[in-house]
């Protein structure tokens, strides 16, 4: 399954509703980082087909109400939606295995 594409209008219904816990990656495509991160969360999205969990990017540029709602200062950034609620969040690089780590925690 690929990343689900997060958007103000979409982010209640596929996140918040969600019966599986989300990994949302607010990033923006001016951010370097971001970029890096890019393949790793596409990796993340194949490794993970079949699992009970969603990974989903949030665009902050075109998502900017959820980013604010959400306080998101710096990207990337990561939270894992569990429930309505965020179960984890982590900023920055991370290696695929780190990423791997935290949602087979929340899984």
Do not use: H
Not at 57 to 80: H, R
């Amino acid at each position: 399954m690929a990343e689900v594409i997060l958007n103000d209008q979409n982010f209640e219904a596929e996140v918040l509703k969600s019966e599986v816990p989300v990994l949302v990656d607010f990033w923006a495509p001016w951010c370097g980082p971001c970029k890096m991160m890019g393949p790793i969360v596409e990796e993340i999205a194949k490794e993970f087909e079949g699992k009970p969990v969603k990974i989903a990017k949030l665009n902050v540029d075109e998502g900017t109400a959820t980013a604010e709602k959400y306080n998101v200062m710096s990207i990337p950034t990561f939270k894992i939606f569990k429930g309505g609620q965020v179960a984890d969040e982590f900023i920055g690089v991370q290696s695929k295995e780190e990423i791997a780590k935290r949602i087979e925690k929340v899984i």
